[in-house]
């Protein structure tokens, strides 16, 4: 994007160089942009690198295959390292000499089997296999050159012992302090009782009721005024019934109400 909003070109860029992964896409691409030239424009350092070379002569052979000429941008880039050269991106102008492909990779290195434009479709694996693969082992290389080379330079330069800091002098000389062993001991409390189901007869005193911290009674269908009359002996003197709409408390409500006999009680 970087590169045709700045010299004002219809670029179509791909990942590590693998415009021909896709060929189905890549050639409808080209069927929609029908161009008269294809200009590639290499990165910096590209002739050095045998797995970016690989990949740009992939792509030349794919091209031909459909009828193309592939042509270069050359301003001395593909010789020089990624820290001297640039790319075309960071190009301010367009500069450099347009000339075909060969002219400026030089020829295919007879190892490399040509591919034709009908078996150039492979699988994901075998790409990753040809392509990526390679990519990533050099990529790990450069990772692991610098990360070691790194750790090499400081174990050929250590630091004299004379050189450390007052603060760094404690560091090393500190002991470890001795953790004091210690055990806990939690005093172990019931759980509150929230709700128990309502026996015949075995209903708790109300005093009784309130030392268990006041837990709901479940009554079953029919027990309604069986366990008010149990409740009204033992010293329940009010009484909330949460029951849902439908489960008889109007109708359990009027025999109350009327004077009849719940039980022994009489309300």
Same mark, same amino acid.
């Given at each position: 994007?970087?590169?045709?909003y700045?010299?004002?070109?219809?670029?179509?860029?791909a990942?590590?160089?693998?415009?021909?992964?896709?060929?189905?896409?890549?050639?409808e691409?080209?069927?929609?942009l029908?161009?008269?030239?294809?200009?590639?424009?290499?990165?910096?350092?590209?002739?050095?690198?045998?797995?970016?070379?690989?990949?740009?002569?992939?792509?030349?052979?794919?091209?031909?295959?459909?009828?193309?000429?592939?042509?270069?941008r050359?301003?001395?880039?593909?010789?020089?390292?990624?820290?001297?050269?640039?790319?075309?991106?960071?190009?301010?102008?367009?500069?450099?000499?347009?000339?075909?492909?060969?002219?400026?990779?030089?020829?295919?290195?007879?190892?490399?089997?040509?591919?034709?434009?009908?078996?150039?479709?492979?699988?994901?694996?075998?790409?990753?296999?040809?392509?990526?693969?390679p990519?990533?082992?050099?990529?790990?290389?450069?990772?692991?050159?610098?990360?070691?080379?790194?750790?090499?330079?400081?174990?050929?330069?250590?630091?004299?012992?004379?050189?450390?800091?007052?603060?760094?002098?404690?560091?090393?000389?500190?002991?470890?302090?001795?953790?004091?062993?210690?055990?806990?001991?939690?005093?172990?409390?019931?759980?509150?009782?929230?709700?128990?189901?309502?026996?015949p007869?075995?209903?708790?005193? &109300?005093?009784?009721?309130?030392?268990?911290?006041?837990?709901?009674?479940?009554?079953?269908?029919?027990?309604?005024?069986? &366990?008010?009359?149990?409740?009204?002996?033992?010293?329940?003197? &009010?009484?909330?019934?949460?029951?849902?709409?439908?489960?008889?408390?109007?109708?359990?409500?009027?025999?109350?109400?009327?004077?009849?006999?719940?039980?022994?009680?009489?309300?």
């Amino acid at each position: 994007m970087v590169t045709g909003y700045r010299h004002k070109l219809n670029v179509l860029g791909a990942g590590g160089c693998n415009w021909h992964s896709s060929p189905q896409q890549f050639e409808e691409i080209l069927e929609q942009l029908n161009p008269e030239q294809i200009i590639l424009n290499p990165d910096a350092g590209s002739l050095l690198n045998p797995q970016v070379l690989r990949q740009y002569r992939n792509l030349n052979r794919f091209l031909k295959g459909l009828g193309y000429t592939l042509l270069v941008r050359d301003w001395g880039q593909g010789n020089q390292s990624k820290s001297e050269g640039l790319d075309v991106d960071e190009l301010p102008t367009l500069e450099g000499d347009i000339k075909p492909f060969e002219d400026w990779a030089g020829h295919e290195p007879e190892s490399e089997s040509v591919i034709s434009h009908q078996s150039s479709t492979i699988s994901a694996s075998d790409w990753f296999q040809r392509h990526k693969l390679p990519q990533l082992q050099d990529e790990l290389g450069e990772v692991l050159k610098r990360f070691f080379g790194k750790k090499l330079k400081s174990y050929q330069h250590p630091r004299k012992a004379e050189t450390l800091t007052e603060s760094e002098e404690k560091c090393f000389n500190a002991k470890p302090q001795e953790q004091p062993q210690s055990s806990a001991i939690a005093l172990w409390k019931p759980q509150p009782v929230t709700s128990l189901p309502y026996i015949p007869g075995q209903l708790p005193e &109300f005093e009784d009721w309130q030392g268990l911290g006041c837990p709901v009674f479940l009554i079953q269908p029919g027990q309604r005024l069986e &366990f008010y009359a149990e409740a009204y002996q033992k010293g329940y003197k &009010f009484l909330k019934d949460s029951t849902p709409t439908g489960h008889g408390k109007s109708y359990d409500a009027r025999t109350i109400v009327t004077g009849k006999q719940i039980g022994r009680a009489h309300v």
